[in-house]
């Protein structure tokens, strides 16, 4: 019997569009240093909630508008964000069944690869960014997802 499983790709796609508007929207420099990556933190909930739904290009598609919109290197973020993603589908099931507060502590780790890729990358093609306030992201976004999950639980029924 093949049962045919629907994945939340109208959830999907829509969450990511709003994810890149809170990413690119202008804030005032002292807020903008301590805002998360919301594309990032988006692509990784989908991850690890429904992994099928957009499989590897999701998260490099989501990537690639990244860097199209921030005027970096094309490619930087969409490598970083297809590798964290790939891990997180990896392991996808191990992170589902932690309680909240440790998949935020899973996060942060993801977001700190995902910031260590993007640096690395920086650094290989000579736009090197060395404040330490650069490392501020991943904190901030470990700090917010248990806010981010909940709102986007919330947009589909779960299996």
């Known amino acids: 019997m093949n049962v045919r ?7 999907l796609l829509l969450s990511a569009l709003i994810a890149l508007i ?5 804030l005032p420099e002292w807020l903008a240093i301590a805002r998360p990556a919301f594309l990032v933190l988006v692509v990784l909930y989908w991850s690890i909630v429904a992994p099928r739904a957009g499989g ?5 598609v989501c990537g690639l508008a990244l860097d199209v919109f921030r005027g970096a290197v094309l ?4 490598l ?3 590798i964290v993603a790939f891990l997180m589908m990896r392991f996808h099931l191990l992170i589902r069944a932690k309680p909240l507060f440790e998949q935020a502590l899973i996060v942060f780790a993801a977001l700190m690869l995902y910031e260590f890729v993007v ?4 650094g ?3 736009h090197t960014l060395n ?3 650069r490392w501020l992201h991943p904190v901030t976004g470990g700090l917010v997802w248990p806010v981010v999950f909940g709102v986007l639980s919330r947009t589909h029924r779960p299996r």
Not at 56 to 60: D, G, H, Q
Not at 119 to 122: A, F, H, K, N, V
């Open 80 to 82: 970083a964000l297809t």
């Open 75 to 78: 490619g930087e973020h969409a």
């Open 131 to 133: 404040s330490p306030l």
């Open 56 to 60: 590897l290009l999701f998260p490099f």
């Open 119 to 122: 640096w690395c990358i920086d």
């Open 22 to 26: 809170f990413q690119v929207v202008p």
């Open 124 to 126: 290989w093609t000579g």
């Open 5 to 11: 499983v629907r994945e939340p790709r109208g959830p």
